[in-house]
T-cell receptor
């Protein structure tokens, strides 16, 4: 079945450091891929998405590129801030016969130190 | 304001006492879904609904029921709660236009079953 694997955390960085959070997936065909962010005590918010191979999603300085050949969707940011501290979830959805199950990774906690 | 609301936000109950968690969205979204979030397991989809009167199982449907009688509401029913259903529950909704299914999440309901 479909699955998402993302790197375990926590990831601890100093402010202005470069961030990479790895995400790989298993799915037949061409799923849509997402990164969601969860700030403490809140629900998840969509951070960025990509719906086809080689698409690059971007938002708030974060980027991720849909790589079909490596089945990956790694999240990157060039310079993190303390306010980026949160849990990040990689996810996919893949329509089969007109229905859409949603699969999330286990989440990666990011801590950014001033 | 466009939003997904859940009630109650916190609930402590006893084993076997039926309960319902309500979910409502005001964005006229076709797709709605329930998730549970557990440490180390990320988010797991319980049930989802593509539209009124159309529901389908996610990855962890056992012990839960849902109904979709109106487009805006998608209640989650636990007929006989057990301690292993202690978790943080999220409702989400999504438009289905464009096929990307980017989701909008509610604030969460923390359920404790003793």
């Amino acid at each position: 079945g479909n699955s998402v694997t993302q790197m375990e955390g926590p990831v601890t960085l100093s402010e202005e450091a470069f961030l990479t959070i790895n995400c790989t997936y298993t799915a037949t065909g061409y799923p849509s891929l997402f990164w969601y962010v969860q700030y403490p005590g809140e629900g998840l918010q969509l951070l960025l998405k990509a719906t086809k191979a080689d698409d690059k999603g971007s938002n708030k300085g974060f980027e991720a590129t849909y790589r079909k050949e490596t089945t990956s969707f790694h999240l990157e940011k060039g310079s993190v801030q303390v306010s980026d501290s949160a849990v990040y979830f990689c996810a996919l959805t893949k329509g089969t016969s007109g229905t859409y199950k949603y699969i999330f990774g286990t989440g990666t906690r990011l801590k950014v130190l001033a | 304001e466009a939003q997904v609301t859940q009630n109650p936000r916190y609930l402590i109950t006893v084993t076997g006492k039926k309960l319902t968690v309500t979910c409502s969205q005001n964005m006229n979204h076709e797709y709605m879904s329930w998730y549970r979030q557990d440490p180390g397991l990320g988010l797991r989809q319980i049930y989802y609904s593509m539209n009124v009167e159309v529901t389908d199982k996610g990855d962890v449907p056992e012990g839960y029921k849902v109904s979709r009688k109106e487009k805006r509401n998608f209640p989650l029913i636990l007929e006989s709660p057990s301690p292993n259903q202690t978790s943080l529950y999220f409702c989400a909704s999504s438009p289905t236009s464009g096929n990307s299914l980017e989701q909008y999440f509610g604030p969460g309901t923390r359920l404790t079953v003793t």
